[in-house]
């Protein structure tokens, strides 16, 4: 097994160690298809933009899986989606009190020399 | 050299009074629209602001429990005309002022897709900005309701913008500036006379109505 192939071994099981930073979430794709997988998840709220200083508006959330993962569960890489009469790619995960927050995916972000993807989040309501 | 003014200043500027007379105008208007709509079919929260004044971020305001758009009047600058005005009690001032309006948008499921947050934040921004622009360019508000301090209100300029970090906020927040200039007169503490020299005059009439003076020094 080459060092790259290792690497991958290796970020899936940081991403994926719950006595680590792993943490539980579902991803839904826009055919309501879910799969209860185990990556990092972020979501904090900053309010100065470090190169001007100024005060801005900031809440921003992330997660962070495995492509392997998502493959095994049946699903494709998650896509932001704009159009409207398509359901967007979901994720819910708690935070670190036990409240559940819903969130759309608007973009991803894959490395594909190490197989995982980041996933930029926004406020999700649903339907 | 001693302090000459010895009448304590608590006057409020006028360039504040305007400002504040802008937040008001905005804020009674707006619940007199609801009031309006609630005798017709319209939904009143379509002409739903809140108004604030001097506020540096105020989409901290915006929450889940309400979402309705935001509008923040503060003061921007001040410029004085010097050959308007006696000098003395009273000058000639132009100022702008910073109106921003503010909507948010929150991404949301539908029954056979979801509405895009960004767009939704676009759109309340947009309904915000309509409503201002709609209550102080109407005729009613020509002198802001100020006639004899304010003599001219206009807009000078209208800018979108987005104030947020990056373009990957988990809530979006769009933002319609409108700079408004107002002309007004701006007073200041009354000067207070020194005698410098007693004149005095005799005024008489002669008998053909023409009139005579004297005067002594």
């Known amino acids: 097994m080459g060092l790259r192939e290792e690497a991958a071994l290796d970020a899936r099981e940081f991403l994926e160690d719950g006595d680590d930073f792993g943490w539980p979430l579902t991803i839904t ?25 100024q005060a801005v508006s900031g809440r921003q959330a992330s997660v962070v899986i495995h492509m392997a993962a998502l493959t095994e569960a049946g699903l494709t890489l998650p896509r932001g989606i704009a ?9 819910e995960t708690n935070d670190i009190t036990g409240v559940k927050h819903t969130f759309k995916v608007i973009e991803a972000i894959p490395d594909r020399a190490l197989g995982i993807v980041a996933c930029t989040l926004e406020e999700f309501r649903a339907f | 050299m001693a302090a000459v003014i010895q009448k304590l200043i608590t006057q409020t500027l006028q360039v504040q009074a305007i400002r504040d007379q802008i937040a008001s105008a905005l804020c009674l208007e707006s619940a ?14 379509h002409w739903r602001i809140r108004v604030f004044v001097d506020r540096s971020s105020p989409w901290d305001e915006f929450s889940e429990e309400n979402e309705s758009p935001i509008v923040n009047v503060s003061f921007d600058t001040q410029s004085s005309d010097g050959s308007a005005g006696n000098g003395i009690t009273r000058h000639k001032a132009s100022a702008v ?10 991404s949301s499921g539908t029954f056979g897709g979801h509405e895009p947050g960004d767009y939704l934040a676009a759109t309340e921004a947009m309904r915000c900005f309509g409503l201002v622009e709609q209550i102080l360019m109407s005729g009613y508000y020509v002198y802001l309701r100020m006639r004899g301090i304010v003599g001219k209100r206009s807009i000078q300029s209208v800018t979108a913008f987005q104030p947020q970090l990056e373009s990957r906020p988990t809530r979006h927040v769009n933002a319609i500036r409108i700079s408004f200039a107002v002309d007004f007169t701006e007073t200041t503490p009354e000067y207070q006379p020194e ?12 008998s053909d109505g023409q009139i005579l003076a004297a005067a002594e020094f």
């Open chain 2, 195 to 206: 005698n410098m020299e007693v004149l005095s005059a005799r005024v008489v009439r002669s």
């Open chain 1, 29 to 53: 794709n826009p055919d309501s298809v879910s799969a209860a997988l185990t990556g990092y998840s972020t979501d904090i709220h900053l309010t100065i933009d470090p190169e001007t200083g």
């Open chain 2, 32 to 45: 007199n629209q609801r009031s309006l709509a609630a005798l017709t079919q319209f939904d009143p929260d």
């Open chain 2, 97 to 106: 002022y910073n109106i921003d309006c503010y909507g948010t948008g929150v």
């Open chain 1, 83 to 91: 159009e409207k009469d398509l359901r967007p790619w979901t994720v």
